[in-house]
């Protein structure tokens, strides 16, 4: 069902407002926690079951950048916000002016289900193409609302973040054994091969300097942000050898985003540690920040319940300047074991004084544990690229 709202600054620019409703709604559903919390809730989006590790986000904007962040790959998302939806949902064909989807992170929804308390039946937007109960459904995704979502968050951050299972089915299987047993374990899953990129793809122009992106979950924005700063890019799979990207002559190295614990990535490690002996200028974000830390010689360990929203705080030890961060992780560096590396700490979370960014004490090689590409977020941490950018031209010139 759709209709259209006349609202007089768009109509008289020739622009239709749609106002969507909501259909994919209304099924039976429970949200179970590994410690047997039961959440009666209604589903939404596609009707099926699904387990993964329950996490929650801050973030009052942004469901459509959040859900296709390949870091939330085996998470079951759950809103703070209290209402979701009622902007709705915009074309994936919407493309910006260097070919990459203006409104999405990925390709997919990502997280394995979502949790929210208010899923809104209308959806208006001048983007708006389908309701968000539409887009769960076209992607197979499930999803429940109607829940205490602050009790669930608190139960988070007092316990720690666990495994969980959203049930949509029949009221007579609802509480079956079977479904209430949750079998999933997401510390020790490998998610690269469902988020990385098989090949290598290129972005960008021609002559413009050459990155190597690896791609551990890369979010389209870290792409768009590379080739605002003229940068052409090389989009390399997560496990790609350091003779595979160095035979593209990259002037620079990014290691992405992406899911899981970093210990998993042992092939990333590796390439990266090959980075660093080889002084190639380098930028780390969120896994790839843990990545380099690893090769360098750190050590990582699991956050209790993770930094996952858009209004973290993070003080620059250089400049003695704090700025608003977009953050999704489960996991940090250990601020004790960089000690014993050539790293030294540049950013630190003032909330919980945890790491969140590093830079090497002799080599071109910077990384962030936050998103400096936002999306969503602030723009604030835009300039951690120019500092990338700043190591490939000042690199180029001592070799010269």
């Given at each position: 069902?759709?209709?259209?709202?006349?609202?007089?600054?768009?109509?008289?620019?020739?622009?239709?407002?749609?106002?969507?409703?909501?259909?994919?709604?209304?099924?039976?559903?429970?949200?179970?926690?590994?410690?047997?919390?039961?959440?009666?809730?209604?589903?939404?989006?596609?009707?099926?079951?699904?387990?993964?590790?329950?996490?929650?986000?801050?973030?009052?904007?942004?469901?459509?950048?959040?859900?296709?962040?390949?870091?939330?790959?085996?998470?079951?998302l759950c809103f703070t916000y209290p209402s979701i939806?009622?902007?709705?949902?915009?074309s994936e064909l919407d493309l910006d002016e260097y070919?990459?989807?203006?409104?999405?992170?990925?390709?997919?929804?990502?997280?394995?289900?979502?949790?929210?308390?208010?899923?809104?039946?209308?959806?208006?937007?001048?983007?708006?193409?389908?309701?968000?109960?539409?887009?769960?459904?076209?992607?197979?995704?499930?999803?429940?609302?109607?829940?205490?979502?602050?009790?669930?968050?608190?139960?988070?951050?007092?316990?720690?973040?666990?495994?969980?299972?959203?049930?949509?089915?029949?009221?007579?299987?609802?509480?079956?054994?079977?479904?209430?047993?949750?079998?999933?374990?997401?510390?020790?899953?490998?998610?690269?091969?469902?988020?990385?990129?098989?090949?290598?793809?290129?972005?960008?122009?021609?002559?413009?300097?050459?990155?190597?992106?690896?791609?551990?979950?890369?979010?389209?924005?870290?792409?768009?942000?590379?080739?605002?700063?003229?940068l052409s890019v090389i989009r390399m799979p997560w496990?790609?050898?350091?003779?595979?990207?160095?035979?593209?002559?990259?002037?620079?190295?990014?290691?992405?985003?992406?899911?899981?614990?970093?210990?998993?990535?042992?092939?990333?490690?590796?390439?990266?540690?090959?980075?660093?002996?080889?002084?190639?200028?380098?930028?780390?974000?969120?896994?790839?920040?843990?990545?380099?830390?690893?090769?360098?010689?750190?050590?990582?360990?699991?956050?209790?319940?993770?930094?996952?929203?858009?209004?973290?705080?993070?003080?620059?030890?250089?400049?003695?300047?704090?700025?608003?961060?977009?953050?999704?992780?489960?996991?940090?560096?250990?601020?004790?074991?960089?000690?014993?590396?050539?790293?030294?700490?540049?950013?630190?979370?003032?909330?919980?004084?945890?790491?969140?960014?590093?830079?090497?004490?002799?080599?071109?090689?910077?990384?962030?544990?936050?998103?400096?590409?936002?999306?969503?977020?602030?723009?604030?941490?835009?300039?951690?690229?120019?500092?990338?950018?700043?190591?490939?031209?000042?690199?180029?010139?001592?070799?010269?």
């Open positions: 069902m759709q209709k259209f709202i006349k609202d007089d600054f768009f109509w008289d620019l020739g622009i239709n407002i749609p106002t969507l409703f909501s259909k994919y709604v209304g099924y039976n559903a429970k949200l179970i926690l590994e410690d047997g919390s039961i959440f009666d809730g209604i589903g939404f989006g596609y009707p099926k079951s699904t387990s993964g590790e329950i996490v929650f986000n801050t973030g009052m904007v942004g469901y459509t950048e959040t859900l296709t962040d390949p870091s939330y790959r085996g998470q079951i939806g009622n902007y709705g949902v915009p070919g990459i989807p203006k409104y999405f992170e990925s390709d997919s929804i990502q997280t394995s289900g979502v949790v929210i308390h208010d899923l809104s039946n209308v959806s208006s937007h001048y983007t708006c193409v389908k309701t968000f109960d539409e887009w769960l459904y076209g992607q197979k995704v499930p999803g429940i609302y109607g829940i205490d979502t602050r009790e669930l968050t608190k139960k988070i951050r007092i316990n720690g973040v666990m495994n969980g299972k959203i049930i949509i089915n029949d009221e007579s299987n609802l509480n079956s054994k079977e479904n209430k047993d949750i079998a999933f374990d997401y510390d020790h899953c490998n998610f690269m091969n469902d988020v990385s990129i098989p090949f290598p793809k290129f972005y960008g122009k021609k002559d413009d300097p050459l990155v190597a992106l690896i791609d551990t979950g890369t979010k389209y924005s870290i792409i768009r942000n590379l080739i605002k700063m003229g496990n790609s050898s350091i003779s595979q990207i160095l035979s593209f002559n990259p002037q620079g190295i990014v290691i992405s985003n992406g899911p899981g614990d970093p210990i998993i990535c042992s092939e990333t490690i590796k390439t990266a540690s090959k980075i660093i002996e080889n002084s190639i200028p380098t930028l780390g974000i969120c896994l790839g920040h843990q990545i380099l830390a690893l090769a360098g010689g750190a050590k990582t360990h699991k956050l209790k319940f993770g930094h996952r929203g858009q209004n973290k705080t993070c003080k620059d030890l250089d400049s003695d300047h704090s700025f608003i961060t977009s953050q999704n992780h489960g996991y940090g560096v250990e601020l004790e074991s960089l000690v014993h590396t050539d790293f030294k700490l540049w950013f630190q979370n003032i909330d919980d004084n945890t790491v969140e960014g590093i830079k090497h004490k002799g080599k071109p090689i910077i990384a962030v544990q936050f998103h400096p590409e936002a999306s969503p977020g602030p723009f604030d941490c835009l300039f951690v690229f120019e500092k990338f950018k700043d190591l490939i031209i000042n690199n180029g010139n001592k070799n010269n």
